[in-house]
């Protein structure tokens, strides 16, 4: 039996030559003796043996070069293997992703067709006497930031047995998103039932994406990882693979894709399966330090009734239509409006609605009567509807702050809705 709970609600609507130089010096050959050897590297050996020469059959599937370059990283499998032994004596399992508008399978003709769907499915298929709950949170236009305060309701509540995590391309400071990014793996780690974490990197057409950064956190961690772009964008770059047989922008994957992704993972998840029984999984406790500060430790999101506005003029307690399900409890305003409130916390972020309708007003927040952050609500002739987390302050030690939220002095457009208030 399957469930499905979708956690992706704002599907995005916008479905977005290298040239080899060589010098005169490099060019230059040098004159070897008989008795001289040319030595060759197995690294070298290697990479060339991973270098794009023949086009791509979409309809053949994934290559063995593709598969070999993504893989970046085998990773622990215990957990992941503890949780296949699950399915396979016919124990409940659940299995969840968490990602921007690609986990939200945005440009896929249907979520079966998504990556995240044909995860489920290879779960479902490969584990018949298993009932396999399947949770998609995904959201577009999203990053780790936001990621890491929704998880727990939003993915965590459901107690998955496995995860993947995809950001890599809605991921862009790689700082603050080093820390984020950092923070919503371990919390995922650290979570109820010891879920098995799986790293997936994306890319745009232009080879754009997070994942040196994201890799970091991969390794300090050993999970296995698995990168789109690593299988994709070395073809598309060589001229092997065109890119539009498998996007129709410069980021969201099609059917042809996302099936290369869900091929990529069920032959991950194969290998795994067919070495069980050399898995030893009786030890799949989380102990490592945390690679960075784990500044969002204990993020979460609070609706606007939790927030506990002290004081309140413009702005009702009400619902959205962007993510009417999934962030229900809103400040909302159309005329101008002035929100205050109490709170004690080491980080402060504020998730509002960017809109199209130009009626989005810009809004000072200020911390303890100082300006730290404008919110921009205007988002007139973009692509859609959506919300954007924005990071107030970020600290590492825990104080009591009053937060004011108001107009901008000569802001002739006064909306705004804030979806919830980002704490940790």
């Known amino acids: 039996m399957n469930k499905k709970i979708l956690a992706g609600i704002a599907a995005l609507l916008m479905c977005v030559s290298m040239t080899a130089c060589k010098s005169e010096e490099a060019a230059a050959t040098e004159t070897m003796s008989a008795s001289e050897e ?41 957990r992941l293997a503890a949780a296949m032994k699950k399915a396979e004596n016919g124990e409940p399992v659940t299995v969840g992703v968490i990602g921007g508008s ?14 995240a769907g044909l995860f489920n499915t290879y779960w479902t298929e490969k584990f ?38 995809e950001f890599s391309v809605n991921d862009t400071d790689k700082v603050m998103n080093k820390y984020s ?12 039932g010891d879920p098995a974490v799986i790293l997936l ?36 770059a060589a001229g092997t693979l065109n890119w539009k047989d498998i996007s129709p922008d410069n980021i969201h994957p099609n059917d042809a894709g996302h099936s290369l992704i869900g091929q990529l ?38 609706g606007a009734s939790e927030a506990g506005a002290s004081e309140l003029s413009g702005f009702e ?48 927040v200020l911390v303890d009567g100082e300006r730290k952050t404008v919110l921009d609500a205007d988002f007139s002739g973009g692509w859609g509807n959506y919300g954007e987390p924005q990071q107030v302050i970020i600290g590492k030690e825990t104080g009591k702050h009053t937060i004011e939220i108001k107009l901008s002095e000569g802001s002739d457009k006064t909306a705004l809705t804030i979806f919830g208030i980002m704490v940790s």
């Open 38 to 78: 040319t030595v060759i590297s197995e690294e070298t050996v290697a990479e060339a043996d991973l270098t794009p020469t023949e086009p791509v059959d979409l309809e053949a599937g994934l290559t063995d070069k593709m598969y070999r370059r993504a893989l970046l990283n085998e990773g622990n499998r215990s």
């Open 102 to 115: 690609i986990t939200q399978g945005s440009c896929a003709t249907n979520p079966a067709n998504s990556y």
């Open 128 to 165: 018949p006497n298993s009932e396999i709950t399947y949770v998609n949170a995904g959201i577009g236009g999203t990053n780790s930031y936001l990621g890491v305060h929704r998880a727990d309701e939003q993915l965590l509540s459901a107690k998955p047995d496995v995860v993947i995590v």
């Open 181 to 192: 990014y950092d923070s919503l793996v371990r919390k995922i780690l650290s979570s109820e």
């Open 201 to 236: 990197f994306t890319t745009q057409e232009d080879g754009t994406s997070l994942q040196d950064v994201h890799k970091e956190i991969g390794l300090a961690y050993d999970l296995p990882m698995l990168s789109y772009r690593e299988a994709v964008y070395p073809e598309v």
């Open 265 to 302: 993972l069920a032959r991950y998840l194969d290998s795994v399966y067919d070495d069980l029984a050399n898995i030893d999984d009786t030890d799949t406790a989380f102990t490592a330090d945390a690679y960075t500060a784990d500044y969002y430790k204990n993020a979460t999101m609070l």
């Open 317 to 364: 307690i009400s619902g959205n239509k962007v993510y009417p399900e999934l962030f229900p409890d809103n400040f909302v305003t159309e005329g101008e409006g002035y929100l205050k409130f109490d709170i004690e916390c080491q980080n402060l972020g504020i998730f509002y609605l960017k809109q199209t309708d130009g009626k989005g007003g810009k809004y000072d």
